[in-house]
């Protein structure tokens, strides 16, 4: 399978595993599994064939690890990222790191600053513990931008922090006095 076609497959998965699960008549549990077989075989109705290898594949090898098997490779679901509002992931609450980052573009900057930072669409806003990774998140964006969130002081505030397995730090929302421009994302 080459890059271009993984890089499809994903991109296809995202949207029925975290938006649109009925674009191919499946559904998903309460915490975003469905079973892979199913899956499989919806995909191969909608013309979108692919084997159980291609599937392993693209979710071994995804850089971001946006998919997960459970322990018995039996069903499958997206790591974080759902619009779908019913979809509970149940990650318990962790400490985050005094620091957080958010990569974004530089031409939604003054609204983030003065409104906060949102889920939009998605149920939480999500933010990485490196400033390398928030500057790629920017970059698909246009011209990226890093801010820094202070979590630290989100967390004594009573917000709550969940970190995904693939190592993603999601949160409900961010207020403005909680993030800076980051120097380091320039």
């Known amino acids: 399978m080459t890059e271009k076609e993984a890089t499809t ?15 191919i008549g499946i559904t998903l549990d309460d915490a975003g599994w469905t079973d892979v077989g199913g899956l499989l075989a919806a995909l191969q109705q909608h ?12 979710v071994a090898t995804n850089s971001k690890k946006r998919f997960a098997f459970d322990d018995c490779g039996e069903r499958i679901r997206a790591q974080q990222g759902h619009s779908i509002q019913s979809v509970d992931l149940q990650y318990e609450p962790a400490v985050p790191p005094a620091i957080l980052y958010h990569g974004t573009a530089k031409y939604v900057i003054e ?5 906060g930072l949102k ?3 998605r149920q939480h806003v999500h933010l990485s513990a490196e400033v390398e990774t928030a500057i790629k998140v920017g970059q698909r964006h246009g011209k990226p931008v890093v801010l820094e969130v202070d979590a630290a002081a989100m967390h004594t505030a009573g917000a709550k922090f969940y970190l995904t397995p693939n190592g993603v ?16 994302g320039d």
Not at 47 to 58: A, C, F, P, T
Request: no cysteine; aromatic share 8%.
């Open 111 to 115: 609204s983030i600053m003065r409104d």
């Open 9 to 23: 497959i994903s991109k296809f998965l995202s949207l029925v595993l975290r938006h649109q699960p009925e674009t």
């Open 169 to 184: 730090w999601l949160t409900n929302a961010v207020a403005p006095p909680y993030l800076r421009l980051s120097e380091r």
């Open 119 to 121: 889920p939009m669409k």
């Open 47 to 58: 013309g979108r064939g692919i084997s159980r290898e291609q599937l392993e594949y693209v």
